[in-house]
């Protein structure tokens, strides 16, 4: 069953119970037909309830359906007046419908794909009415999506038993670093590690204070050097620590702005040295931070950090806040770099380990 079938019977159950909003989240967690075969609907009723709906599903639904309004909304008014200007599956059209694609953020290589893709798709199903057209354009949407997104890894990988897992977090100045890592301690200290934040971006004022106020609310310990200190220093300390203390997680906060790129990318280079040196397996991940709501200026960074540095994956922070969430499709179909966490609101518990099933749901519900 492909992913757009998934969501496709995912938004039919939604519709037909609206008994209750349990019972619309119960069914929307489970296995969907596609058609309106009654046994099968009961079948799959049935066994939705030998199943009970964890509560962690229920809020991950509910936030990223919430988080996502604003590009939702954004996508479905774009995509509508497209519509609305429809008349034939012509030239035209595909031009229209790649200047739409564009300005939803979702790529200029994208777009382009997915009008050259669409263009003998259309005409080979035959679809001329609105209807068939728009079902046809989203489901190759959700299709490329999801092929974009094969062999990619969106967990997280911690050290072996016994040593302290380094997470490097990177990104320009503004993006949300800090706050990410103070919810990112909260998240893993609720789940029982022991956590250690490094304030190794000793060049902005207020940074160090900053990390320091989150690990009072958080509740965990932190390295600082002094004022303009050396931020080398700082993760050497970190790391050393981290292994001392016998700490599950290091989070390293980095500088965002040197006097150039070539200056800040030396000194990521030269904070990744120090922590192999002590843990040779380390970082086991350097997250680089982007803010949705600059759109294809966060695609920009992604392109100058991934040739620059080892980046493993990315958090997308401000998602709530935006109507730009379309970069996700730009981001995953160009560069292929796994989005490992999304920002979706201002509350520490907003910040949720990427889903893409439920992203492009939360995407394309109002449309499908």
Known sequence: MSL?????GRKKTEERDKKSFFGKVKDSFAPLPLDDDEQTAKKIE??????PIKADQLQESTSYETGLTKTRSSFSEKFQLL???????DENF???LEETLIAADVGF?????ISDELQDEVRLTNAKSKKEVQNTI???LVDVYDRAGNGEDNTMHFAPTGQPSIFLLVGVNGVGKTTTIGKMADFYKKQGKKVLLAAADTFRAGATEQLVEW??????????????SDPAAVVFDGVKKAID???DILFVDTAGRLQNNENLMRELEKMKKIITRQLPTAPQEVLLVLDATTGQNALQQARLFKDSTDVTGLVLTKLDGTAKGGIVLAIRQELHLPVKWVGLGEKVTDLAPFNADQFVYGLFKDLI
């Open 83 to 89: 519509m609305a200007n429809f008349r034939a599956v």
């Open 94 to 96: 595909f031009d229209e």
């Open 138 to 140: 989203i489901e190759k």
């Open 215 to 228: 690990a009072k609310r958080d509740q965990v310990d932190i390295v600082t050097g002094k004022g303009s």
């Open 4 to 8: 757009f079938d998934r969501l496709r």
């Open 46 to 51: 049935a066994a939705s309830e030998k199943t």
């Open 245 to 247: 203390g016998d700490y």
């Open 109 to 113: 290589d994208m777009a382009l794909k």
